[in-house]
C-alpha cells in the first residue's frame, strides 16, 4: 500500500513514524478508522476504550492510564506501532490533508517574511487572527529586545494589548491619519487578492486600519487560497436592532444568515458593540456586485469583503512563502 504523500515526505525527511502518525488530525473519509490504544494501533470496534483519535488530535494520551475521552491527562503517548500490520492499519487512517500543526508552522513562516518589510521609524497597522498575532509578537520582540523604533494602530482590542505587552508604541489617527504597512490574516484569499475577513470579528476595524494604510499585506497559509469567495461564511457587522431586517436583505441575496454566538450561546459582541451575521451558503460569483448590495443596505455596518485593498499576500506553504501580487 502506497504512503499518504505526507507521511512519505516525513519518513523521507527523517522524522520517525511515530512522530508522523502522532501528527495526525483527520479522519480520511471512506477510510477503515483505527484507534492508538496505549501506543499501539487496533481497528475501531475491536477495543472498548473510550479514546478515538479522531476527537484529540494532538493530546496523545497513554489509554491504559486515563479513562474518559475529557481527560486533561497531559502524557504524550508515542505510539509503539509493534508489527506491520498495526503500521497498515495506522496509514489507512493518516490523512493527506494540511494538519493543524502544519498550519501553524505555515502562519510562523508567512509572519516572519512580513517581519522583513518592516523598516525603523514605520507607523504600522496590527491586524487581528491567529496569523496576525504571531506577527505582532515577532514585531514586538524587535521592539523590547532590539529598540526597533515604529508606532502602530491595532485592529482589535486583543491585539493593542499584547502589542503593548511589548512594549510597542500606540497612536490613533489623530495623531497620525495614514499608516505606511498594514500586516494582516485572511479567511479567504481569491484571485486578484479578494479577500474575506473577520473570521475573528474584528471586520470593521480591520478594514479602516487596511484602508488608511500605504501597503496592506496578508499573511496566510495555503489552506486560506480559493478560486472563488465563500465557502467560508461571510462576516457582516450589523446593528443589533437592525439584525432581523438585514437578515432579510442577506437571504434574498442567497445567503443564510446566522448570528454569531460565543461558546457560551450568548451573542457575540463586536469592539463596537454589534452583531455579527455570518453568512452562508452562497459561492459568490461577483464580489463586487456583493460588495455594493452590502454596502447600500441600512443597518450594515460593514462586511467582510476586502475588495483592491491587499496589494500582496504572503502565502506560506510546506516548503516555501508565496508573494502573490494584484
Ligand atoms: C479576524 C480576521 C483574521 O485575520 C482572519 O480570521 C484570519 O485569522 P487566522 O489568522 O486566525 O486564520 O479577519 O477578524
Not at 471512506?30 to 476504550?49: D, T
Not at 494532538?58 to 502524557?75: E, L, T, Y
Not at 497597522?125 to 521592539?143: N, P, R
Not at 444568515?257 to 457560551?264: F, G, K, Q, S, W
Amino acid at each position: 500500500m502506497a504512503f499518504p504523500r505526507r507521511l512519505a515526505l516525513r519518513i523521507s525527511r527523517g522524522l520517525q513514524f511515530p512522530d508522523a502518525i502522532a501528527r495526525s488530525n483527520e479522519h480520511v473519509p471512506g477510510s477503515r478508522q483505527v484507534r492508538l490504544v496505549a501506543g499501539r494501533a487496533v481497528p475501531r470496534n475491536s477495543c472498548p476504550v473510550k479514546h478515538d483519535f479522531r476527537y484529540n488530535p494532538f493530546k496523545w494520551r497513554d489509554d491504559s492510564r486515563s479513562n474518559h475521552a475529557c481527560s486533561s491527562v497531559q502524557k504524550w503517548a508515542w505510539p509503539r506501532l509493534r508489527s506491520n500490520e498495526d503500521f497498515v492499519k495506522a496509514q489507512i487512517a493518516m490523512p493527506t490533508h494540511t494538519k493543524e500543526e502544519d498550519r501553524a508552522d505555515m502562519k510562523l513562516r508567512a509572519a516572519r517574511r512580513a517581519l522583513e518589510l518592516v523598516e525603523p521609524g514605520m507607523t504600522l497597522g496590527l491586524g487581528s487572527g491567529t496569523t496576525a498575532t504571531l506577527w505582532i509578537k515577532l514585531l514586538g520582540e524587535q521592539v523590547r529586545d532590539h529598540g526597533l523604533q515604529i508606532r502602530a494602530i491595532a485592529t482589535s482590542e486583543d491585539s493593542e494589548h499584547l502589542g503593548r505587552s511589548y512594549g510597542i508604541p500606540f497612536v490613533n489617527f489623530e495623531e497620525c491619519p495614514s499608516l505606511d504597512l498594514t500586516i494582516d490574516g485572511a479567511d479567504e484569499i481569491a484571485p486578484r487578492l479578494a479577500l474575506i475577513k473577520g473570521g475573528g470579528g474584528k471586520l470593521l476595524r480591520e478594514k479602516i486600519v487596511a484602508s488608511a494604510s500605504k501597503r496592506f499585506v496578508v499573511i496566510a497559509d495555503e489552506s486560506k487560497q480559493v478560486e472563488k469567495l465563500g465557502r467560508f461564511p461571510l462576516p457582516v457587522e450589523v446593528i443589533q436592532m437592525a439584525a432581523p431586517l438585514v437578515s432579510g436583505s442577506l437571504r434574498e441575496l442567497g445567503f443564510t444568515p446566522t448570528i454569531r454566538v460565543n461558546p457560551d450561546g450568548t451573542r457575540y459582541i463586536t469592539d463596537e458593540g454589534n452583531l455579527i451575521l455570518d453568512c452562508s451558503g452562497l459561492s459568490i460569483e461577483n464580489p463586487a456586485e456583493i460588495a455594493a448590495k452590502l454596502d447600500s443596505t441600512v443597518g450594515i455596518v460593514e462586511h467582510g469583503l476586502f475588495l483592491g485593498m491587499a496589494t500582496l499576500a504572503l502565502i506560506a506553504s510546506d516548503q516555501r512563502v508565496i508573494e502573490r501580487s494584484v
